[in-house]
Every structure is written in structure tokens, then in C-alpha cells.
């Protein structure tokens, strides 16, 4: 166990649903982000705009949620973790709404972007929150319980947005996902309200949020492990999700499955996770950290290069639910790491970590949307698939020399 690890104190008890509400909270987060996938195609059939201009409404969430984290990080450790998550949830419900309700492109653009700014909060203020409370041991498994909510997040937004393409109205998801996050917050709130004092207020900044946002980030940033683990995750958010966003898209143009078969396909993702989730202890034992990025990059290349190269649609299957294994291996190994880059400020530097992902999503749809009118999906697909492998290789290597 790292040795700056701030103790964990246990002297009242967590609730026990309130980490599971919390995963809940992510759940809405996941489908929100997710659910535009498999509408790419009817997007840019009814507002008559290109495939690579479309996928715009992905990079607008992704860049809103990269760069919000570095405000919510410092908010989250002010006014406390788990409140801030509470509220981020009641302004995602009103933001969502303001995708469903959109009524031409732009302001479809400006709604995605209001959306991923106000989402920011939930994910990487609950695995703080998670490493304030968790002792350092215990937090590979409960953060992965915890990402359950996520995994079937991603799983159900492609779903509701591949049946919304094929069956109902581009608006219907929008509308649910509001409603979602209407019963989600209710709930966050009765438990924030049930949470012991360790649990609501630990490491409260004083003084402007501003100030405290710059002096936090130069901490966390003048750690020379906290930069290799933020470059890293930048990486792996542009090189993997660069090409996952267009496998649904993918199995639509190249093997004529309707939006909904292509997206219950990629669902497969989801249940990669759920089966990571389920023997994390174990791999955590058996692999180790590098062991777990090691092998979590080669299972992603694998998975992609198979779904990006094969001649029949049903090849997917394997892959869609191997490059959700392999991508938790990877992924969950790199948010351990964030929790210890600045245990005093946990919050900053998860926001951070979390920035940085999302950062690299934009960066990378947006390349992928610029590429894919020009290259082709496949290519597109494969571009990342080797992307992910050396960029888990190198970490793995950097990790293991650090020992």
C-alpha cells in the first residue's frame, strides 16, 4: 500500500445502498454520454449534415465533461463529495430535457454541451468519495461494484439509442434519461442526508473556489506519477473511444444490421465489464496492476481488430464482449492510481484523471468523425485498436519500474 495513504476512518457506518445509489447516479451518466452512438446515422439523416459532422453532438459532451471536471473536483472536496453528485443529478435532468426538446442541430450541439458540463460531476466525485471512505485495500473491488452502474449505462444508452433510431423518434432517450435522473437525485439526497461527518466533509478547501482550483492542480500536477497516469488515460480515452463511438455505425454501413441489432452487439461491451466487475478480486490478485494493464490493452486490440477485419457480423459478438473485459482491466487499473496521485486532495486529482479521459474522447471522436468520411470505419477501428496497445504496453512497462 502506497505509503501517503491518508487513513480511512470507520467510526460510524456507511449506509449500505449509498454507494449502490451512487452507481445508479453513474448509470445516467453512462447512458447519457453513450446513447448518440447509434444515432449518428438518423442524426445526420434528419438534419441533413455528413456522418463526421453528426458525430460532433459526441465531441460536444465529451469536451464539455473533460474540461468541467476541473471545476467540480475542488467544489466536490468545498461543499462535499456526495452532495455535489446530488445536485449535478437534479441538472441533468434539465439539461437532458434540453436535448429532447431541441429543435434544430445547433442547438442539439449546445444541449449535448450543457449536458456533459452538468454530468461531470458524478463519476469522478463518487470514486473520490469512494476513496475517502474505502481503505486503500479494500477500494479495486468497491470501485469496481460501483462502475457496475456505468458498464450497464453504456450497454443501455447504445441499446435506447439503437431502438430509438430504428423504432421511435431520436428525442425518446432524452426524455428518459430525465426522467432517470429525476428519481436518481431524490435518492442521492435522502442518503447524503443519512451519511456520517468523516463522510461528508473530508479535506473542505477554504478560500475562491478559483484559487483553490489552480493550487490543487499544480499539486497534483507537480507529481511526476500523477502526469505519466493523466497522459496515459488522455491516450487511452482518444485511442479507445475514437473507434468505439463508430462500431455501431460500423456494423450498420459495412454489414447491413439495422441500428438496433448493431447496438445490442456493442451491448456485448457491457458485459465484459459486468464480468470484470464480478472477478476483479481474483484478477487483482493474480495479475497484479501491471499485469491487469498488460494484458487489459492486448484483450482491447484483439477485440477491436477483430470486429475492425472480420467478414461476418457475428464476429462481433466475441469481440464487443472481450473489449469490455479488456478495457476494465486497463482502465480500472489507471482510476486506482488516481485516487493515491494526491490522497490530500482527492477530489482535485480525480477530476483531474477523469479530465483527462474525457478530454481524450473529444480529441479522438473528433479525429475519428474528421478520418472516417475519408478512411473508412475499419480503418478507423484498427487506428485504435493499436493505439490502445501500445499505450497500455508503455504503462504497464512505467508501472512495473516503478516498483
Known amino acids: 500500500m502506497p505509503n501517503d495513504?491518508?487513513?480511512?476512518?470507520?467510526?460510524?457506518?456507511?449506509?449500505?445502498?449509498?454507494?449502490?445509489?451512487?452507481?445508479?447516479?453513474?448509470?445516467?451518466?453512462?447512458?447519457?454520454?453513450?446513447?448518440?452512438?447509434?444515432?449518428?446515422?438518423?442524426?445526420?439523416?434528419?438534419?441533413?449534415?455528413?456522418?463526421?459532422?453528426?458525430?460532433?453532438?459526441?465531441t460536444a459532451f465529451s469536451i464539455a465533461y473533460g474540461i468541467s471536471q476541473l471545476f467540480f473536483g475542488p467544489v466536490g472536496d468545498r461543499f462535499g463529495k456526495y452532495f455535489v453528485v446530488a445536485c449535478a443529478c437534479v441538472a441533468c435532468a434539465l439539461t437532458s430535457l434540453l436535448c429532447a426538446l431541441a429543435p434544430n442541430y445547433p442547438l442539439l450541439l449546445i444541449a449535448r454541451f450543457m449536458?456533459?458540463?452538468?454530468?461531470?460531476?458524478?463519476?469522478?466525485?463518487?470514486?473520490?468519495?469512494?476513496?475517502?471512505?474505502?481503505?486503500?485495500?479494500?477500494?479495486?473491488?468497491?470501485?469496481?461494484?460501483?462502475?457496475?452502474?456505468?458498464?450497464?449505462?453504456?450497454?443501455?444508452?447504445?441499446?435506447?439509442?439503437?431502438?430509438?433510431?430504428?423504432?421511435?423518434?431520436?428525442?425518446?432517450?432524452?426524455?428518459?434519461?430525465?426522467?432517470?435522473?429525476?428519481?436518481?437525485s431524490i435518492t442521492?439526497?435522502?442518503?447524503?442526508?443519512?451519511?456520517?461527518?468523516?463522510?461528508?466533509?473530508?479535506?473542505?478547501?477554504?478560500?475562491?473556489?478559483?484559487?483553490?482550483?489552480?493550487?490543487?492542480?499544480?499539486?497534483?500536477?507537480s507529481t511526476p506519477w500523477a502526469r505519466v497516469v493523466l497522459f496515459t488515460v488522455f491516450l487511452e480515452g482518444g485511442f479507445l473511444y475514437g473507434a468505439f463511438a463508430f462500431i455501431a455505425t460500423h456494423l450498420h454501413h459495412v454489414h447491413n444490421l439495422s441500428l438496433t441489432n448493431a447496438a445490442s452487439l456493442v451491448m456485448l461491451f457491457g458485459l465484459g465489464g459486468l464480468l470484470y466487475a464480478s472477478t476483479s478480486r481474483?484478477?487483482?490478485?493474480?495479475?497484479g496492476e501491471k499485469g491487469l494493464a498488460r494484458w487489459g490493452c492486448v484483450v482491447i486490440a484483439a477485440s477491436f481488430l477483430t470486429i475492425g477485419l472480420a467478414p461476418a457480423w457475428w464476429w462481433a459478438i466475441p469481440g464487443c464482449f472481450a473489449a469490455g473485459l479488456g478495457f476494465y482491466m486497463l482502465h480500472n487499473t489507471l482510476q486506482i492510481n488516481a485516487t493515491q496521485m494526491a490522497p490530500e486532495r482527492r477530489g482535485a486529482a480525480v477530476s483531474t484523471f477523469a479530465s483527462c479521459f474525457y478530454m481524450g474522447q473529444s480529441v479522438g471522436v473528433g479525429i475519428a468523425g474528421?478520418?472516417?468520411?475519408?478512411?473508412?470505419?475499419?480503418?478507423?477501428?484498427?487506428?485504435?485498436?493499436?493505439?490502445?496497445?501500445?499505450?497500455?504496453?508503455?504503462f504497464s512497462r512505467l508501472r512495473a519500474a516503478r516498483n
Open 188 to 221: 442521492l439526497f435522502s442518503y447524503n442526508r443519512r451519511l456520517p461527518a468523516y463522510a461528508l466533509t473530508k479535506h473542505r478547501a477554504e478560500g475562491a473556489v478559483v484559487s483553490r482550483m489552480v493550487n490543487e492542480f499544480k499539486q497534483v500536477l
Open 282 to 287: 481474483r484478477l487483482v490478485r493474480d495479475l
Open 115 to 184: 449536458a456533459g458540463a452538468t454530468a461531470a460531476a458524478i463519476i469522478p466525485l463518487s470514486m473520490a468519495w469512494i476513496g475517502d471512505v474505502v481503505p486503500y485495500d479494500e477500494r479495486q473491488p468497491v470501485l469496481a461494484q460501483f462502475l457496475i452502474g456505468q458498464i450497464v449505462g453504456i450497454s443501455a444508452g447504445v441499446l435506447f439509442g439503437g431502438l430509438a433510431a430504428d423504432y421511435f423518434s431520436w428525442r425518446v432517450p432524452f426524455f428518459g434519461i430525465s426522467s432517470c435522473f429525476v428519481l436518481i
Open 370 to 394: 474528421l478520418m472516417v468520411g475519408f478512411l473508412g470505419t475499419t480503418t478507423v477501428i484498427c487506428i485504435g485498436a493499436i493505439g490502445v496497445l501500445l499505450t497500455g504496453l508503455n
Open 5 to 58: 495513504e491518508t487513513p480511512v476512518k470507520t467510526t460510524a457506518a456507511i449506509p449500505k445502498l449509498a454507494i449502490p445509489a451512487l452507481s445508479l447516479a453513474a448509470f445516467g451518466s453512462a447512458i447519457s454520454l453513450r446513447v448518440t452512438d447509434p444515432l449518428l446515422p438518423r442524426l445526420a439523416q434528419e438534419f441533413g449534415i455528413s456522418l463526421g459532422n453528426v458525430s460532433y453532438v459526441i
